[in-house]
């Protein structure tokens, strides 16, 4: 079983940058296709990045050029780096497998842009 905690969410401002980990409590590196999910109060929980374990990565339109997915497998950690951030990427961001897994969804880690 795999336990996801998610960390370094806060509040940044427009156009400033922020770094967010998750670690995993299991072995992540067991799972080729991990990404970084988003959810706003009223809408579905969307992905946003995604990694393989080869290093290939998937972007939404939305945050392509601004975020960049990255893993540590010998850290069982997947890290999301939002630079540039915009108004509409405040949400609450998740770690999970791609396709996620319901039962390891965790906490999540809230981000709040503003100015």
């Known amino acids: 079983q795999v336990r996801l905690v998610e960390s370094g969410g806060g509040l940044v401002q427009p156009g400033g940058s922020l770094r967010l980990s998750c670690v995993a409590s299991?072995?992540?590196?067991?799972?080729?296709?991990v990404g970084w999910y988003r959810q706003v109060p009223g809408k579905q929980r969307d992905l946003v990045a995604s990694?393989?374990?080869?290093?290939?990565?998937n972007y939404a339109d939305s945050v392509k050029g601004r975020f960049i997915i990255s893993r540590d497998n010998a850290k069982n950690t997947v890290y999301l780096q939002i630079n540039g951030a915009k108004v509409e990427d405040a949400a609450v961001y998740y770690c999970?497998?791609?396709?996620?897994?319901?039962?390891?969804w965790g906490q999540g880690t809230q981000v709040t842009v503003s100015s």
């Open positions: 990694i393989t374990i080869g290093g290939t990565t």
């Open positions: 299991g072995i992540i590196s067991r799972y080729n296709h």
């Open positions: 999970n497998i791609v396709p996620a897994r319901g039962d390891f």
